[in-house]
């Protein structure tokens, strides 16, 4: 997560790929030591007794910098956002009504689709939220014992993007995609 302000820089890799934000006196320090060359828009204005040092909104580092994908770590939690509370088998989601009564996020759960007893462990493609009605009727089964399709296949989630929060500048809308949260 990015915490975007007036002070905030977007550093771009040589190929002009985002990296992450960093703060006027890195993007400063970054240009005094000639790695970084200007690419758009004004962050900031330093003045000195004799001139004024325009620090830019976009900056790109000379030389490409081999960033390895960090994978999404694996927890009961991350596997309920990345499926957005919503059952891989009925497609149920909170808000919904179910026997009178509006389903609440305590009634969702992680359901391995190979149980752990028959060796499916704790992985991305092996769980998925099901709500606990799904759940206890596929019970130590794989959904092909239970006769149940899944809606989606359960996958790694992606992470090689750039979270900014607060207001994105108009420099960085063209390196960028912007999604808005609604």
Same mark, same amino acid.
């Given at each position: ?23 006027? =006196?890195?993007? &400063?320090?970054?240009?005094? @030591? +000639?790695? *970084?060359?200007?690419?758009? $828009? #004004?962050?900031? !204005? ?15 580092? =000379?030389?490409? &910098?081999?960033?390895?994908? @960090? +994978?999404? *770590?694996?927890?009961?939690? $991350? #596997?309920?956002? !990345? ?26 759960? *992680? ?72």
């Amino acid at each position: 997560m990015v915490n975007v302000n007036s002070r905030s820089v977007l550093l771009l890799n040589a190929s002009y790929v985002p990296l992450r934000s960093i703060t006027i =006196r890195d993007a &400063v320090d970054l240009m005094m @030591r +000639g790695v *970084v060359d200007a690419v758009d $828009g #004004v962050a900031a !204005r330093l003045h000195t007794p004799g001139t004024v040092f325009e620090v830019p909104s976009v900056l790109r580092l =000379r030389y490409y &910098v081999n960033v390895p994908r @960090r +994978g999404a *770590v694996w927890s009961r939690r $991350g #596997v309920l956002s !990345r499926d957005k509370f919503t059952c891989v088998y009925c497609g149920l989601s909170v808000g919904d009504r179910r026997n009178g009564r509006i389903v609440k996020r305590t009634d969702f759960t *992680v359901d391995h689709l190979v149980p752990k007893s028959r060796g499916g462990g704790n992985t991305w493609s092996n769980t998925a939220c099901a709500c606990r009605w799904c759940n206890h009727r596929k019970a130590n089964r794989t959904p092909h014992e239970a006769g149940m399709k899944l809606l989606w296949e359960p996958k790694r989630p992606r992470t090689n993007y750039l979270i900014a929060d607060g207001e994105i500048p108009e420099e960085w809308k063209v390196y960028i995609r912007v999604n808005f949260k609604q």
